[in-house]
């Protein structure tokens, strides 16, 4: 079967956009090819300074992906620091990724512009060896990622070959591959820009743990175009073809369809906070239970890691077996 691997950063709370975009995709996926999750809260670790705060965030989205419906036994979610080997292995990683390759990455360069006041860590810099050894312990052979990671899946196969070359055929070569196609969800204030946690207001953001209130306000407030034709547009009707692409996720239809039915916008925007809403009410009910549980969220947790470690120890022992490393 084909082993995938998606990873996601401990970073801020679960969106409406992740969920229909990617999150529900996973769902379906790990029951149709050896799927495994990592929370890579190592990687988040480049711009943490503050205790506490990268395991609750690790936690709450532990409990997110569970509650959204990836089953421990189909699926591998597992918690990056909880198996050693990726920082092990990424050490390795950096030893085979050259400064110039790494001084290349288009991602270093934005993040490091962006935060040009602020610390810079050197993790910033080695993030991609770091992924590549996440990448390369599961013996992946695809990673679905959006066009911004294709960079660092590149360098994963750099890496790879490299290594391969030097201490002999060791790393399956994985490859990037563009994720079945989610829905698109735009921003509620803003429906030309992608809602995205990095949006400037919370208003046009629909977070999966907001209450029924909060995302039926969102939906009422929520920029629409300026005549008052319903049709789906997205060029033309940005606002009310987001509603609509919305509405169409939840409740299975098309958007050309669903148009026809409205002559509002009135009721479709109600409609689609409502379907929303019907559709979070059992995921938060479940995300609640488990996160005042921990130790249960822990045992789902450990049978991840468990499987997790058992790959990635026999990859990381055939990579120091190739290497030459003393085995005792
Ligand atoms: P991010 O939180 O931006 O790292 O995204 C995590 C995952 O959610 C990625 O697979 C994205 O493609 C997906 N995603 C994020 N925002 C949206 C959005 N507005 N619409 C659809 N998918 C999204
Ligand atoms: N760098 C990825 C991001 O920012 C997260 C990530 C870390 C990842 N390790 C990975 C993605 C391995 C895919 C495979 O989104």
Same mark, same amino acid.
């Given at each position: 079967?084909?082993?995938?691997?998606?990873?996601?950063?401990?970073t801020g709370d679960v969106h409406l956009g992740n969920?229909?975009?990617?999150?529900?995709?996973?769902?379906?996926?790990?029951?149709?090819?050896?799927?495994?999750?990592g929370i890579v809260d190592l990687h988040s670790l480049t711009i943490t300074t503050e205790p506490k705060v990268v395991g609750d965030n690790t936690l709450r989205l532990a409990a997110m992906l569970f509650a959204v419906g990836l089953d421990p036994d189909a699926a591998t979610v597992f918690v990056q620091s909880q198996v050693p080997q990726h920082a092990q292995l990424g050490w390795i990683? *950096?030893?085979? =990724?050259?400064?110039?390759?790494?001084?290349?990455?288009?991602?270093?360069? /934005?993040?490091s512009a962006r935060r040009e006041a602020e610390f810079i860590?050197?993790?910033?810099?080695?993030?991609?060896?770091?992924?590549?050894?996440?990448?390369?312990?599961?013996?992946?052979? *695809?990673?679905? =990622?959006?066009?911004?990671?294709?960079?660092?899946?590149?360098?994963?196969? /750099?890496?790879?070959?490299r290594f391969n070359f030097r201490f002999g055929d060791t790393f399956v070569m994985p490859?990037?591959?563009?994720?079945?196609a989610g829905a698109r969800v735009m921003d509620l204030q803003d429906p030309t820009s992608k809602m995205s946690k990095s949006a400037t207001a919370d208003s046009g953001l629909v977070y999966l743990l907001?209450?029924?209130a909060a995302v039926l306000k969102k939906f009422k407030r929520a920029v629409t175009d300026s005549d008052n034709e319903v049709r789906f547009d997205r060029a033309e009707k940005p606002g009310i073809s987001n509603l609509l692409e919305?509405?169409?996720?939840?409740?299975?239809?098309?958007p050309e369809t669903l148009a026809t039915q409205y002559t509002q916008y009135g009721p479709?925007?109600?409609?689609?906070g409502e379907a929303v809403v019907e559709m979070l009410t059992p995921i938060q009910h479940r995300y609640h239970e488990l996160i005042a549980d921990r130790a249960e969220l822990a045992r789902l947790l450990g049978k991840g890691a468990e499987k997790a470690r058992a790959v990635a120890e026999a990859t990381y022992r055939r990579a120091t077996e190739a290497i030459g490393l003393i085995q005792i």
């Open positions: 079967m084909t082993r995938v691997l998606s990873c996601i950063q401990p969920y229909l975009g990617a999150l529900r995709n996973w769902v379906i996926g790990q029951h149709e090819c050896d799927a495994f999750h990683m *950096e030893c085979t =990724v050259s400064f110039g390759e790494l001084s290349r990455m288009t991602q270093f360069k /934005d993040k860590s050197a993790g910033l810099f080695t993030y991609p060896a770091l992924q590549a050894a996440d990448i390369l312990l599961y013996d992946t052979d *695809e990673v679905p =990622v959006g066009e911004d990671q294709r960079q660092h899946i590149e360098i994963t196969r /750099d890496i790879a070959e490859k990037a591959v563009i994720p079945r907001d209450d029924p919305i509405l169409a996720a939840v409740t299975g239809g098309t479709l925007k109600n409609d689609a």
